[in-house]
């Protein structure tokens, strides 16, 4: 099994995030990080387990980087049955109406297909004082327990 | 160390060996018969050659050789009786090191035209221990632009030194300057860009001004590339008469103002009661937002409490947009649109080109409108297609002559006008601005490469491109020559500069003073910038002050 670390970004948040993140999972095996952009989704394997980082633009749209993932994931809608992925989204609830908006949209796609969400939905708020890294690599500490138990 | 494996002519040996004759040299010499010229910094190796035939009629020098780079070429030039001779022109081939020579006029005449002019010596080879040559690049200017750039030549190259000289004690450019005081969020990017200085060995070289403490020219004879990345602090002019009354003010003038930017921050303004801001990208919607933002709505911001209580101080009935363009144009986003929408207490009016069904920024707009607000505290009408004609005015402003979409003329009232139409050199001569194509390792990144134009994510991509630029011309530079990169640029400065560590305790002061509902308190002077981190002024008293 490889923990592949995906990102879709922007402004390079995600992809920051995408390698601290990829640091803590290095003790727990083999870890690949991409940009979204990178990765076909029909490469998406039962045998891997994916860690997806990705903010949202626009009014919850997908960070450009997401976007040509998403757009090859509709177009092909590849079989997902025990796909399983965890996700981390960036956002900025000063846009109220569409907080995280772009990383539950790419995550409603990959259930609907018939992948499985992992431990807990992960978020980092630009608005706080919170501090991204920190929250990231605490959260995927978490989904790690989560998938040991499973 | 690094040193020069030249045979410089196979056939001359031989030739010297089959008359008779004999090679002088105390260097030593490769399997080949190779001569191993070592190092002597800055291109030059050093050692003696002597081609000797014919009872000395004969007499070939090879001394200390060197590579010079002169307008894109490299030559090779030896010592002669009378000074350097240009010996043979330098060119790569595709092995690395590897350079392939034709001789020069000059250097025919030094083998007494044995050989014609542009005839082949032998390729000479320049090996490097990875240790010893590094590669140098400078990148001028730490806001975005100069940090992605940084970033993705990190990754390509961990090994290079890479610097990043800043005018300003403080990194960051329009992060820090531009970016909204109420949008602290999106100047989370710096987190990214704390780790180039504090994990990956970037060097912050701050209180730096090129063109003023040191040339353009001379930072290029210093490092193998530089990236021009000093973005565009200017702002565009309307063309329009009246536009330098008093009152009349430029967006980034005026966001450097109010985020206390050392150029701008102790201006004076004096707003008054009717504001007219010309423009509607996403500038001039922040200005708008800043200006009829309340106490509360600044909860959370940086914005600085003098600042508040001169320029900011709500003096402001109306604010009145004029764009020369229809709302179904309007460049902003409407995000931001929505967000003035969430300020209390304000009246939104849409003069002229009322706007229709559309996209979503024309959308937004018409809900702004559609908000029913008693009691409202200040009153934002925006006027689309509206273009202004004339600033009027005796000894300062007092309205905007604007034509309208019917073809006729109405005069804006104004105690003030801010302009929000865009960016330019700071100077017309300004000596660092990029517009000249790049060529042998001068790069441009970001505004000063492709305008006053995007985002955040634009300049990231723009400082991809460039860095993957730089490593391909890195990549075609077979360099004999070590650059003397940062050292040698310390030892240049008029006063030295700051680093990193001096940020971060500005940084921490600024936090420590913050007002309640503020998150820091900016410094507003260079001067105030310097002392909080630490940096000994020239004057005595603050000596003193930093030694005690
Ligand atoms: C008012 C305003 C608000 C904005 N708000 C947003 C926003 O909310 N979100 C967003 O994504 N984008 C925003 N932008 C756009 C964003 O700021 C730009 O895309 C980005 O800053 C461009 O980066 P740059 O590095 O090219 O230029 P700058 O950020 O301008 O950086 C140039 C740097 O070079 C330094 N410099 C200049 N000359 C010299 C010299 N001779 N020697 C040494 N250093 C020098 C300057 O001091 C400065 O630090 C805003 C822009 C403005 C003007
Ligand atoms: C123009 C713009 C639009 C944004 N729109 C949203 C949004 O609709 N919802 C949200 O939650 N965050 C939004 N954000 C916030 C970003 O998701 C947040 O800043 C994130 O940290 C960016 O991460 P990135 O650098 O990986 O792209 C927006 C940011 C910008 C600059």
Redesign the interface.
């Known amino acids: 099994m490889t923990i592949r670390v995906l990102y879709g970004t922007?402004?390079?948040?995600s992809e920051?995030i995408a390698e601290d993140v990829a640091i803590v999972l290095e003790q727990h095996g083999t870890v690949a990080v991409a940009d979204l952009q990178d990765t076909d989704p029909g490469s998406l394997s039962p045998a891997d387990l994916y860690i997806i980082i990705c903010s949202t633009y626009?009014?919850g749209e997908l960070?450009?980087s997401a976007q040509p993932f998403v757009d090859r994931l509709v177009e092909l809608r590849p079989q997902l049955d025990g796909v399983h992925y965890a996700i981390f989204g960036l956002g900025?609830s000063?846009?109220?109406?569409?907080y995280s908006k772009g990383s539950e949209y790419l995550a409603a796609r990959l259930d609907s297909l018939g992948a499985v969400r992992v431990g807990e939905y992960g978020r980092h708020?630009?608005?706080g004082f919170d501090?991204?890294?920190e929250i990231a690599t605490e959260w995927v500490r978490g989904i790690i327990t989560v998938r040991a138990a499973a | 160390m690094s040193e020069l494996v030249w045979g410089v002519k196979a056939s001359l040996r031989s030739y010297v060996s089959d008359s008779e004759g004999r090679i002088e040299t105390p260097l030593h010499r490769t399997g080949d018969g190779s001569f191993v010229f070592p190092a002597a910094g800055d291109g030059r190796f050093s050692g003696e050659v002597r081609f000797i035939a014919h009872g000395g009629m004969m007499d070939f020098r090879i001394c200390d050789p060197a590579l010079e780079e002169r307008e894109g070429n490299t030559i090779l030039t030896i010592d002669g009786d009378g000074g350097r001779i240009d010996l043979a022109t330098a060119r790569p081939t595709q092995r690395e090191g590897r350079l392939e020579l034709a001789l020069t006029r000059a250097g025919a005449g030094h083998f007494g035209d044995f050989y014609p002019t542009g005839g082949a010596l032998d390729d000479l080879t320049i090996t490097m221990a990875a240790a010893v040559r590094r590669d140098t690049i400078a990148i001028v200017g730490s806001g975005p632009a100069g940090c992605?750039t940084a970033?993705a030549l990190r990754r390509a190259r961990p090994e290079a030194e890479v610097v990043i000289i800043e005018r300003l004690p403080v990194p960051y450019g329009l992060v820090r300057y531009g970016i909204a005081a109420d949008?602290?969020?999106?100047k989370?990017?710096t987190?990214?860009f704390d780790?180039l200085f504090e994990r990956d060995g970037v060097q912050f070289v701050g209180n730096v001004e090129i063109g003023r403490d040191v040339t353009i020219e001379r930072l290029r004879t210093l490092f193998d590339a530089v990236v021009i990345a000093t973005g565009l602090p200017g702002d565009r002019p309307l063309g329009l008469p009246g536009e330098s009354l008093p009152g009349v003010h430029g967006s980034g003038e005026f966001t450097r103002h109010v985020n206390g930017h050392p150029d701008d921050a102790s201006a004076r303004y004096e707003l008054g009661s009717d504001v007219v801001v010309i423009g509607a990208g996403n500038v001039a919607i922040d200005i708008v937002r800043l200006l009829l933002q309340g106490v509360e709505e600044r909860a959370?911001s940086d914005i600085h409490p003098h600042t508040e209580a001169t320029t900011l101080s709500g003096t402001i009935d109306r604010i009145t947009l004029v764009s020369r363009s229809p709302v179904s144009e309007a460049r902003c986003?409407?995000?931001m649109v929505?967000?003035l929408g969430?300020v209390p207490g304000v009246a939104f009016v849409v003069d002229g080109d009322a706007p229709e069904a559309g996209p979503?920024v024309a959308q937004a707009i018409r809900e702004l409108t559609a908000r029913p607000v008693d009691d409202a505290r200040l009153t934002v009408s925006l006027r689309f297609g509206a273009s202004p004609v004339a600033v009027l005015g005796e000894a300062s402003v007092s309205g905007v002559e604007v034509s309208t979409p019917d073809g006729g003329y109405t005069v804006i009232p104004a105690t003030a006008v801010i302009t929000a139409i865009g960016f330019t050199p700071a100077t017309p001569s300004d000596s660092v601005s990029a517009d000249a194509e790049p060529d042998g390792g001068l790069f441009a990144a970001g505004w000063a490469h492709f305008g006053p134009r995007g985002?955040?994510?634009d300049a990231?991509n723009d400082g991809k491109r460039a860095a993957a630029a730089v490593d391909s011309y890195l990549a075609s530079l077979f360099l004999a020559v070590q650059r003397e990169g940062i050292a040698a640029l310390r030892a240049d400065l008029p006063s030295p500069a700051v680093d990193f560590s001096h940020w971060r305790r500005v940084d921490a002061e600024e936090r420590a003073a913050a007002s309640p509902g503020r998150v820091r308190r900016k410094f507003l002077t260079s001067e105030e910038l310097l002392i909080a981190g630490g940096y000994a002024l020239t004057a005595s008293p603050v000596t003193e002050r930093n030694s005690a």
């Not at chain 1, 000063?94 to 569409?98: L, R, V």
């Not at chain 2, 949008?183 to 999106?186: F, S």
């Open positions: 922007e402004s390079g948040n920051m626009g009014e960070p450009a900025d000063g846009y109220a109406d569409s708020d630009a608005a501090d991204a890294s | 992605y970033q949008h602290q969020g999106t989370n990017v987190k990214q780790r959370g986003d409407a995000a929505k967000e969430r979503p985002a955040l994510p990231r």
